[in-house]
Nanobody
């Protein structure tokens, strides 16, 4: 089992920045690719970003390329999502997840409880 706890969400104005953190416990964190996924009100969950176990390769959805980036610190069992130039359409609950590496959400076997990000216009 892997337990994931997100933090860093909140209310921010359009154009602002936030950094989300996700701390993992349980099985060896560095064994897992990690991802960030989100769900906006009334919409399905969608892929945002993912990073390989080593941190050497990252994947970003087209909607966040150039604005968001993902990173990890295996010594701290933590994965980050740096979000810049935020837009109102980025408003969603953001979930940290382990085990997947792309947009197939079924590949993510472990999920955190989510953290709310609200971007005001």
């Amino acid at each position: 089992q892997v337990q994931l706890v997100e933090s860093g969400g909140g209310l921010v104005q359009a154009g602002g920045s936030l950094r989300l953190s996700c701390v993992a416990s349980g099985r060896t964190f560095s064994n897992y690719a990690m991802g960030w996924l989100r769900q906006a009100p009334g919409k399905e969950q969608e892929f945002v970003a993912a990073i390989t176990w080593s941190g050497g390769t990252i994947f970003l959805s087209d909607s966040v390329k150039g604005r968001f980036t993902i990173s990890r610190d295996n010594a701290k069992n933590t994965v980050y999502l740096e979000m810049n130039s935020l837009k109102p359409e980025d408003t969603a609950v953001y979930y940290c997840a382990a085990g997947g590496l792309g947009s197939d959400l079924r590949k993510y076997g472990y999920w955190g409880q989510g953290t709310q990000v609200t971007v005001s216009s």
